[in-house]
Structures are given as structure tokens and as C-alpha cells.
């Protein structure tokens, strides 16, 4: 059957941010939805913040394209260019190599929930606020200077 039951979907707050980047990931809670579904060409999860948490570092991808649909609440999408209320119904796009650092910040008192599509690229992500960058060529995450963080 087409349809999913997001019941049955293990919904985890996990993330592969090094420390301390990790913990600020505490309010934000993600489905995958198209490994369920058994799709193979683009990546699609279901996102909820809690009130006071973010969906991610803010960064850019230099070689995968974002989409986020606001199903329910509020957030407030943070780029470049200043900040923009985002509510269910609203729809972001971010295309890849443009130096547009972005994340979503929940300061309402509700849940808020969307879902992100983009695609299965593997290479790098840029984080402008903090000492970050994802390695695609690598795999792995080192600080702003190239050095690797450390696996402990």
C-alpha cells in the first residue's frame, strides 16, 4: 500500500554532528520516509522541532538541492539574507552551490513539522556559524581548517 504510517516509522533525534554541535539537537525528531517507501532516488524525512530547538546547524550544500513543506506550526527559517516565518502551507527551496546558509528555528510554544526533500549527494556541506564542515570526498566531518574532529 501506497500510503505510510508514520506511526511505524521509528522517529529519532539522532545526527552525526561532532560535539558540541550534536546537543543542540536535542528538539528536533526526523522520520526517513522514501527508505521506508523503498524509493532509491531522492531522500525525503519527516521533521519535528520541539519549541526551542533548531533543524540543523545553519549551512549550504554545494551539491544537493533542499525543499522543505511546512505541514503544521511555526518556525523561523534563519538565512543570509535575515529571517522568514514559515507556516504550514509555506514552502523553502535551496539550490545547491549557493552560499545561502539556512536552518529552522522553533520559538513558538507548539511543535512545528515539515518535511525536507533533497537529494542523495554525498558531498559537501558548509556550516558558516560554527567551526564545521562536512567532507563529502572524505566522509566525515572536520573543523573549518581541514583538521579531522577527533573519534572519541
Not at 51 to 56: A, H, L, T
Given at each position: 500500500?501506497?500510503?505510510?504510517?508514520?506511526?511505524?516509522?521509528?522517529?529519532?533525534?539522532?545526527?552525526?554532528?561532532?560535539?558540541?554541535?550534536?546537543?543542540?539537537?536535542?528538539?528536533?525528531?526526523?522520520?526517513?520516509?522514501?527508505?521506508?517507501?523503498?524509493?532509491?532516488?531522492?531522500?525525503?524525512?519527516?521533521?519535528?522541532?520541539k519549541p526551542g530547538g533548531v533543524s540543523?546547524?545553519?549551512?549550504?550544500?554545494?551539491?544537493?538541492?533542499?525543499?522543505?513543506?511546512?505541514?503544521?506550526?511555526e518556525a523561523v527559517l534563519i538565512e543570509?539574507?535575515?529571517?522568514?516565518?514559515?507556516?504550514?502551507?509555506?514552502?523553502?527551496?535551496?539550490?545547491?552551490?549557493?552560499?545561502?546558509?539556512?536552518?529552522?528555528?522553533?520559538?513558538?510554544?507548539?511543535?512545528?513539522?515539515?518535511?525536507?526533500?533533497?537529494?542523495?549527494?554525498?558531498?559537501?556541506?558548509?556550516?558558516?556559524?560554527?567551526?564545521?564542515?562536512?567532507?563529502?570526498?572524505?566522509?566525515?566531518?572536520?573543523?573549518?581548517?581541514?583538521?579531522?574532529?577527533?573519534?572519541?
Amino acid at each position: 500500500m501506497p500510503k505510510l504510517d508514520l506511526d511505524a516509522i521509528e522517529a529519532t533525534n539522532r545526527t552525526s554532528y561532532p560535539m558540541p554541535y550534536a546537543a543542540e539537537m536535542a528538539g528536533r525528531y526526523f522520520r526517513r520516509l522514501t527508505q521506508v517507501a523503498g524509493l532509491a532516488d531522492f531522500t525525503a524525512s519527516h521533521v519535528v522541532i520541539k519549541p526551542g530547538g533548531v533543524s540543523s546547524q545553519r549551512h549550504w550544500h554545494g551539491d544537493e538541492d533542499e525543499l522543505l513543506v511546512m505541514i503544521a506550526g511555526e518556525a523561523v527559517l534563519i538565512e543570509d539574507q535575515g529571517e522568514t516565518i514559515l507556516r504550514a502551507g509555506d514552502c523553502a527551496a535551496f539550490p545547491k552551490g549557493i552560499a545561502n546558509g539556512h536552518h529552522l528555528l522553533n520559538r513558538s510554544d507548539a511543535d512545528c513539522v515539515f518535511v525536507a526533500v533533497g537529494s542523495l549527494a554525498k558531498g559537501d556541506c558548509h556550516y558558516p556559524d560554527v567551526d564545521l564542515e562536512w567532507n563529502g570526498e572524505l566522509g566525515r566531518y572536520t573543523h573549518n581548517d581541514g583538521t579531522p574532529y577527533s573519534e572519541t
